[in-house]
């Protein structure tokens, strides 16, 4: 049983349209969403409605939230520049199904309890690094898998059994490689593989000049930061 595993989309659509080209060649059993779905890129509509499409199984993050409740008071201007394009542009069928999401999400695949968590176990909001991970966090959250998103920084930490990963992100990658990330997770071998995707950063950079959304957004791309 393999899952693919996406987290910090983003709200941008070629970036996830990448990726799911890439899961279709790989063509896991399911396809999960730990957060994070909009917030800094032009297409939340598109993206909530290929997700919604698709069947994936999501979770909201933080950008998630603020998009519905428009509580900014916690992100840097760019990011609450974006939030409030997002809260303008959101069409009712995106509001919907983001209410709908839940915050956490906790399954149990083939007997092996996987949890998932923006943040963290601790608080949804909490940055797990890949220099501060640590296995006190599979205790914590009581499963053999736990998924993150938030930090932008894929990783995989297994202690024993158990894993402990996150899938880097589609729409902003800030570990240095400008491809989308994601994840494939084999809950069987409890192994977590991370996949890297070209995608086309000029067309993002085009739509958030378009948009009006900060420059900046844009030019983040290519450096992967
Ligand atoms: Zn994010």
Known sequence: MRIAVLSDIHASRPALEAVLADVDRVRPDGIWAAGDLVGYYPWPNEVLEILRSRGVLAIRGNHDRAALTGDLSLFNDRAAEALRWTRVHLLPAGVGFLKGLPDRRREAVLGVDIAMYHGSPRHDDEYVYPW??????????????????????????????????????????????????????????????????????????????????????????????
């Open 132 to 225: 501060n991970a640590h296995e006190e966090l599979l205790d914590l959250a009581r499963a053999e898998v736990v998924l993150l998103g938030h930090t932008h920084l894929p990783m995989a930490l297994t202690s024993g059994s158990r894993l402990l990963a996150n899938p880097g992100s589609v729409g902003q990658p800030r570990d240095g490689d400008p491809r989308a990330s994601w994840g494939l997770l084999d809950v069987e071998r409890r192994s977590f593989e991370v996949r890297r995707v070209p995608y086309d950063l000029g067309a993002v950079a085009a739509e958030v000049r378009r948009a009006g959304l900060p420059e900046e957004l844009a030019d983040r791309l290519a450096a992967g930061v």
